[in-house]
């Protein structure tokens, strides 16, 4: 190519990377660390557990059985492990998604909140009230990060605005990890409930604050 011909030639159109602060409720190109970590723990765990090289470990890595109080170390670890692939397929797949929705939004800090409150959490709650627990699975984690992300459009379909948000193929997805325990026996109803409340109760208020 000459050199006239370079200079006749048209610059490529190019978008530079998206700053935080420049759109609203975006917090600019990055990674979802968080979110990243949670999903290959939580294939690690599904992995151990459908090999049946490690049967034993992924054991002592769930609920089970009591005094659970002496490893309380159970409740971090019991999320990331599954022993039913529908199970583990749904649950990771809504973590992923919307984690990653999450953490562009708010950030890494949010996404650990919602683990903690929502996963950690809901074991927590399970191996208080149930006799014997023996329980695993990210349900709660999945729904709290999903009610997390809703709750600006429920917000706004509240207040009668127009919203951009999927909430129906939402509600379709929180529909299917709600309904885990029917299929799956370990899967927890109360880490259900705790991943909703965990949704609303960090969801909500960020949600409120970023309307201002």
Sequence with gaps: ???????LRSPTPSLPRLKTGEI??????????????????????CLLWRTG??????FKLAIFPRPWSQQIWHVF???????NTGFAFVSIAAIGLYGWLIERRHGIFVVIALFL????????????VITNPFAFGGNGVALALLVAWAMP?????????????????TLVIGIVVALMPLAVTNASWIADGAG???????GWPLALLADR
Excluded: Q
Excluded at 26 to 45: E, K, M
Excluded at 77 to 83: E, N, Q, S
């Design 117 to 128: 409150l929502g996963g950690a959490g809901g074991m927590a709650l399970t191996a208080a």
């Design 1 to 7: 190519m000459t050199e006239r011909h370079r200079r």
């Design 153 to 169: 459009d429920l917000l706004s379909l509240r207040r009668g605005a127009e919203i951009d948000g999927d909430l129906l193929g």
């Design 53 to 58: 090289l490690f049967n034993d470990s992924v």
């Design 24 to 45: 609203p409720g975006i917090r600019g190109d990055s990674r979802p660390y968080a979110t990243l970590v949670v999903v290959v723990l939580s294939l690690v765990g």
């Design 196 to 202: 909703v409340a965990a949704g609303v109760l960090v």
């Design 77 to 83: 670890t019991a999320p990331f492990v599954y022993d």
